[in-house]
């Protein structure tokens, strides 16, 4: 997937470089095949009995899909109720696109457990049916997806999980099939809603409250390969709990470039996982840790360009003030980037 190499777009969080492209990338092709989603949807599902569930269970969904950040992004939101047991729901985003390089496609779903991780797949336009996979699979598993569209009604799905031996963990099977009518608010409110947790929620999901809310940004370029005359920049952030407070959700904004982005607490590595997504259709990772000492977020990127040392530290100042100091050094002593972010609470 390409770095982001525009200005920096997640006011005063965890932004990656700033940079030089002027004109924006043309959108692939292929993201076409992901509008066949756009639309509203009733999900039924069967898992079968297998290891992760004994006796199976029936679920129902409730799903909307749209193309958004200028139609490079699938956005699809899905509540899930289990069959039979009032009040028991889960939900889920999906976040869709196609990644021109590696000439897949590849998708982020966050969930209301807490769990995260991409998937890459493959088009076959003969039987019209997504074949995925994920790249963080369970430990000592695999697990593949496939969805097939019979029209442009009806999609069937199948999910599988089996361990090292062959045995089958996960057997689910769906049908979706689309709805018309006055149907469109029903699953944004019940997916905005936040109800209690499906699990306790980590502690350290708590030192994210600080940035709800609405932010004015400054960005100051020092003088580096980037910006050798160094520049600044105003910007504007928002972020909100979803997922039943298992994510942040936010947006930003600086000239005409957009983003959203996600971050959780992964309780497995114990580390801070944040996943942005441009306008421009790149995916930008970042994984962090929190400083009590200096109240502030220390933050590594996953998909840094090669040769270049980046380090990123966001810190909290009192209820109403966020700086971040984002500074890149290639391998010669040259500074890439010289950024700092301050950010404003709008009142």
Do not use: C
């Amino acid at each position: 997937m390409k770095i982001n190499n525009l200005a920096l777009l997640l006011s005063g969080l965890f932004l990656n470089t700033a940079a030089s492209a002027q004109n924006p990338p043309t959108k692939p092709p292929e993201l076409v095949v992901l509008e066949q989603y756009v639309g509203n949807w009733v999900t039924d599902v069967t898992n079968k009995p297998a290891v992760w569930d004994r006796h199976g269970t029936l679920y129902r969904t409730t799903n909307q899909a749209e193309m958004i950040l200028d139609g490079w992004f699938l956005h699809h939101i899905e509540v899930t109720q289990v069959v039979g047991a009032p009040g028991k729901e889960s939900k889920s985003l999906f976040l869709w696109t196609f990644d021109q390089d590696k000439k897949h496609f590849v998708a982020w779903p966050f969930q209301s457990t807490g769990n995260t991780g991409p998937s890459v797949g493959d088009w076959n336009a003969a039987t019209k049916t997504f074949t995925t996979s994920l790249m963080e699979p369970p430990p000592n598993t695999t697990g593949k997806m496939t969805e097939q569209f019979l029209d442009g009604n009806t999609i069937k799905g199948h999910l599988m999980f089996t361990d090292r031996d062959g045995s089958v963990l996960m057997d689910m099977i769906w049908t979706r099939n689309r709805q018309t009518g006055d149907v469109d608010k029903m699953t944004p409110q019940q997916w905005e809603k936040i109800g209690d947790p499906i699990e306790p929620l980590p502690t350290e999901i708590a030192k994210l409250q600080p940035f709800i809310g609405n932010w004015e940004s400054d960005y100051i370029d020092g003088p580096s390969a980037q910006a050798p005359e160094g520049k600044t920049m105003k910007g504007k952030m928002t972020a909100k709990w979803v997922l039943d407070g298992r994510f942040l959700l936010g947006t930003s904004d600086v000239g005409s470039h957009r983003s959203i982005w996600l971050i959780g607490y992964d309780t497995t590595k114990r580390h801070y996982r944040s996943v942005r997504f441009t306008n421009h259709g790149q995916i930008d990772e970042t994984v962090g840790l929190w400083n009590d000492e200096t109240s502030s977020f220390v933050w590594n990127a996953v998909n840094d360009r090669k040769g270049v040392k980046r380090t990123n530290i966001t810190r909290i100042i009192g209820d109403y003030a966020i700086q971040s100091h984002i500074l890149s050094v290639d391998n010669r002593g040259n500074v890439q980037q010289d950024l700092t972010i301050r950010s404003s609470r709008r009142k």
